[in-house]
T-cell receptor, first 112, second 116 residues
C-alpha cells in the first residue's frame, strides 16, 4: 500500500463548480497534512495545511481532515480556469518530522 | 516559495558527466530538503540537511549522489556520472526550525536535469 494515495484523475469540472479532491494515508500516526498546487512545469506551491480534525477554510479552498478514517480532502469552490493544475497531497508522519510523503497528484481541469 | 532559490533552472548533461544543483533556502530557514520528481510521478524525498549536517539521506541512491549544506553558501546536490534515468526535476525545499512542531516546507523553482 502506498503511503499517500489520491483519487485518480484527471478531474474535469465546469467553471464555477466545486472540485473535490481526496487523499488517504497509511500511517495512522501522521500529524500534519498539506495540499500543494503545481502548475505544469512549475514548482509545488503550498496552498493549505491542516493539523486537526475538521474543516479549515481559506478563501475558495477548504481542507477537511478525518484522522479516524485516515482521510484528507480539498474542496475548491467557484472553480476558475486558473485553478487548472495538479494538486498534491503531502503528509508528515509526526510533529517535528521533516520528511513529506507525497501522493501522485490529481490533475484538475476547469472548463470555461 | 519565491524565497527558495535554485540554480540552474535547466541543466543539460551528457551521460557520464557530473551535475551540480544549488539551493539557497529562504531567509531564516535552517532546514533544507531535496526531492526528485520523475516524469508523470510524484515527488520523492531524497535528503534532509541542516548546516554542515546530513540528517537523513534515506531517499538518496547509494551511489553517484551526494549532498552537502556547508556553513557558508548554498546546499549542493551532486550527481556523478549521470545516466539518462537521472533526468528529472529536482526540487529543494526549506523550512524554519522544527521548534513548535509543524513543518511547512516551501519549494524552490526546481532544476530540470536532462541527460542526453
Amino acid at each position: 500500500q502506498k503511503e499517500v494515495e489520491q483519487n485518480s484523475g484527471p478531474l474535469s469540472v465546469p467553471e464555477g463548480a466545486i472540485a473535490s479532491l481526496n487523499c488517504t494515508y497509511s500511517d495512522r500516526g501522521s500529524q500534519s497534512f498539506f495540499w500543494y498546487r503545481q502548475y505544469s512545469g512549475k514548482s509545488p506551491e503550498l496552498i493549505m495545511s491542516i493539523y486537526s480534525n475538521g474543516d479549515k477554510e481559506d478563501g475558495r479552498f477548504t481542507a477537511q481532515l478525518n484522522k479516524a478514517s485516515q482521510y484528507v480532502s480539498l474542496l475548491i469552490r467557484d472553480s476558475q480556469p486558473s485553478d487548472s493544475a495538479t494538486y498534491l497531497c503531502a503528509v508528515n508522519a509526526r510533529p517535528g518530522d521533516y520528511k513529506l510523503s507525497f501522493g501522485a497528484g490529481t490533475t484538475v481541469t476547469v472548463r470555461a | 516559495n519565491a524565497g527558495v532559490m535554485q540554480n540552474p533552472r535547466h541543466l543539460v548533461r551528457r551521460r557520464g558527466q557530473e551535475a551540480r544543483l544549488r539551493c539557497s533556502p529562504m531567509k531564516g530557514h535552517s532546514h533544507v530538503y531535496w526531492y526528485r520528481q520523475l516524469p508523470e510521478e510524484g515527488l520523492k524525498f531524497m535528503v534532509y540537511l541542516q548546516k554542515e549536517n546530513i540528517i537523513d539521506e534515506s531517499g538518496m541512491p547509494k551511489e553517484r549522489f551526494s549532498a552537502e549544506f556547508p556553513k557558508e553558501g548554498p546546499s549542493i546536490l551532486r550527481i556523478q556520472q549521470v545516466v539518462r534515468g537521472d533526468s528529472a526535476a529536482y526540487f529543494c525545499a526549506s523550512s524554519p526550525s522544527l521548534t513548535g512542531g509543524n513543518t511547512e516546507a516551501f519549494f524552490g523553482q526546481g532544476t530540470r536535469l536532462t541527460v542526453v
